[in-house]
């Protein structure tokens, strides 16, 4: 019996003996209970055992495609869009950022009567998670071919209709986890950087940030003082409520769903669209400033440049126009 | 009163069985909190882990690979504070700017584009450098147009977490643009294209490894098959641009052979290749076959300066047509 405990003292001993060397000499841990002096600089097990762990979990997540569903709140992007030649560049532009951004819901309402083949196919092999809708702007608020830009809003229906679906979609989902989200206005020429959907993701109300290219200016921008927003960098009507840019600012879906009036004014004068949506749903002392205090630029709004078709209307005229088969 | 052997045995078989315990409870704390330390040198591993194991080839970047994925905007004390298993912080990470891991199997895809200071400029190269990271086996060449490497594009590379080399050099004032960006007789990119050849031909001399070199333009779309259809390039592939040349796009004619015969184009269809700089890809062995083949600086018509590279390179016969035989944008 003396000798049963004498060899368990021993061993009890020497393991007592490395741990109080300290914690880099782990060598004895694992397989070699006989604490082999070996090279601890090389072995240090419980390290490499952690690496091989994460390595072996790097690459099982590698293999998904996304990353697995988290507790990360649904980014619900609505974006008007509506037939036009660079339609289909741009929308494809667009989707390559999106796929990016994980938990992102993509709401594409098309100004159109019917839902067309090209923006349907387009989604579908798009690998998005998405919602395809469409609804017409009556004829006397589109604009007209020659007309200016900035003369009629654009989008106005499009994005009300987008509301109106999530709205009713969330109705399907009773609970908390169904009023998480956050809804962001994207149009489909705008840039985006990625950081820019990880910055919104933690809106509690409405949260806004700069805007590059817009309004004449270098950037947009609500001036933060304290953490609080006290007013804007604009050029162009600084005295609207909310002198911002579509693409500036975003808000949260239990705010949406809150307010279910909520939405925008077709009516409303020029500049004051995003105006009409904001003031029935927030003050600018609740606004969030993201983006390190509105000190970072993470969205342009830059526009397209729509392509010269001098010689294919040239050629058409000819009856050589290029191949109307040809998706472009 | 008991004896004192009794004491003895008592203490003998008492004492080995604490001090057992002991031992136990201590090696199973010590363990985590070694990892607690290393948990901050960790993380930083998770990013740089599948870097190290996926690039083989050179790579010309002044920064090293460390700097690139700090900027993922996470910060590692607020995953190692906690107790919690370092396999749960890989779960709940998320590295959004993370391109495809790189694979031994497909050719890198040698993209080449110059680049001008605008304000535009930060918007454009941030939309394309979203979609690269989507294109497995790539490697970026960015040139500036410009003295020194700018701040901007310098930070703008290091946080896409892409595979990239960072080149600048200035044209010369004469052959700026002056003032009116349609001029077509003062070729733009052209320095810059010309010295990533050059650059390409230095770094893969003695280099067997196969790839692709693209020109792309910092404003224009692609689409992901695209980059897909151009890896099988044997010598010059070529395919169908939107929006150029006036047209809704133009095309190379491919016959029933699927051979290149013509160009479908208005603008100068008699051009050697009437071609778009977006349109054609080329191997970067015949790159290397041919160290003479450049772009024409000086001379050049309106846009005769794909010609000017394509025809010291390959002849209409050996042109590879993409894109479903050109019938697709």
Redesign the interface.
Known sequence: MFIIFYYTYIEIGKHLYFSALGTNHRCFQGDSLWGQHCDCAEHDLPKDRAISRLQEELYRLQEKKQPPKSSLSTIFVITPTYARLVQKAELTRLSQTFLHVPQLHWILVEDSPRKTPLVSNFLMKSGLTYTHLNVPTAKERKLQEGDPSWLKPRGVEQRNEGLRWLREDRKTEPGDNGQQGVVYFADDDNTYSLQLFEEMRSTQRVSVWPVGLVGGMKFESPVVEGGKVVRFHTGWRPSRPFPMDMAGFAVSLRLVLANPDACFDGEAPMGFLESSLLKGLVTADELEPKADNCTKVLVWHTRTEKPKMKREEALQVQGLGSDPAVEV | MPKRRDIL?IV??V??WT??IT?WH??AI??L???RK?CHH?VK??FI??ERLAVHHHRLSDEGAEGRREAG?QDSKEYCASDKD??EV???E?V??RPP?WSDVLPTIHIITPTYSR??Q???L??IA??F??VPNLHWILIEDSQRRTPLVTSLLRETGLNYTHLNVETPKNFKIRGDTRDPRIPRGTMQRNLALRWLRETFKNNSQPGIVYFADDDN????ELFEEMRSTRKVSVW?V??V?????E?PKVNAAGKVYGW?A??DPHRPFAIDMAGFAINLKLILSKPQAYFKLRGVKGGYQESSLLRELVTLNDLEPKAANC???
Do not use: M
Request: glycine fraction near 4%; hydrophobic fraction near 45%.
């Open positions: 045995a003998l078989i004492l080995p001090l057992l031992v201590q090696s010590a363990p909190l070694a990892i290393a960790l591993e998770i882990i599948p905007g370092i396999v890989v779960r709940t998320y959004y700017t891991p304000p535009v930060k918007a454009e941030t939309r979203n979609t990271l989507h779309s692609y689409s992901l169908p939107a929006f040349g006036g047209l809704r796009y095309s479908k208005v603008f019938t697709k944008a």
